[in-house]
C-alpha cells in the first residue's frame, strides 16, 4: 500500500522552529520529485518548497527562502521540511507529494503531484 506520513507539526512561538517529516511506504523516493505544499484557510494550496531526484535540485517559495530547507534521506524513505524563523503567516496545514514515478524534476504546481499526504497542522502564535 502507497502511503506518505506527515509529522512534527504544532504550535510554536513566532521565530520559533519546527522540523516536518514525510515517511513514506509503498514508494521508492529516489524516483519521485518530492514537494511539500501548505494551505491555509481561506486560501488556496500552496507550493512551499520542492526536491528533485535527478540532481538534488531544490526550489523554494520566495517567502520561505532562507528559513526553510528541504532534504531527502532516501535510506530511511523520509523526506524533510525543516522551518526556522516561523511567522504567523506560517500558519497552514502541511502536506508532501510525490510525482509519478521516474518524474524526476519538481516545482511548485500542485497539479504536478500524483500522491499526496494527509497533511500536519503548522500553528505559528504567540
Known amino acids: 500500500q502507497v502511503q506518505l506520513v506527515e509529522s512534527g507539526g504544532g504550535l510554536v512561538q513566532p521565530g520559533g522552529s519546527l522540523r516536518l517529516s514525510c515517511a513514506a511506504s509503498?514508494?521508492?523516493?529516489?524516483?519521485?520529485?518530492i514537494g511539500w505544499f501548505r494551505q491555509a484557510p481561506g486560501k488556496e494550496r500552496e507550493g512551499v518548497s520542492c526536491i528533485s531526484s535527478s540532481d538534488g535540485s531544490t526550489y523554494y517559495l520566495d517567502s520561505v527562502k532562507g528559513r526553510f530547507t528541504i532534504s531527502r534521506d532516501n535510506a530511511k524513505n523520509t523526506v524533510y521540511l525543516q522551518m526556522n524563523s516561523l511567522k504567523p503567516e506560517d500558519t497552514a496545514v502541511y502536506y508532501c507529494?510525490?510525482?509519478?514515478?521516474?518524474?524526476?524534476?519538481?516545482?511548485?504546481?500542485?497539479?504536478?503531484?500524483?500522491?499526496w499526504g494527509q497533511g500536519t497542522q503548522v500553528t505559528v502564535s504567540s
Open positions: 507529494a510525490l510525482t509519478l514515478p521516474y518524474v524526476s524534476s519538481c516545482d511548485l504546481i500542485f497539479t504536478s503531484y500524483d500522491y
Open positions: 509503498g514508494f521508492t523516493l529516489d524516483y519521485h520529485g
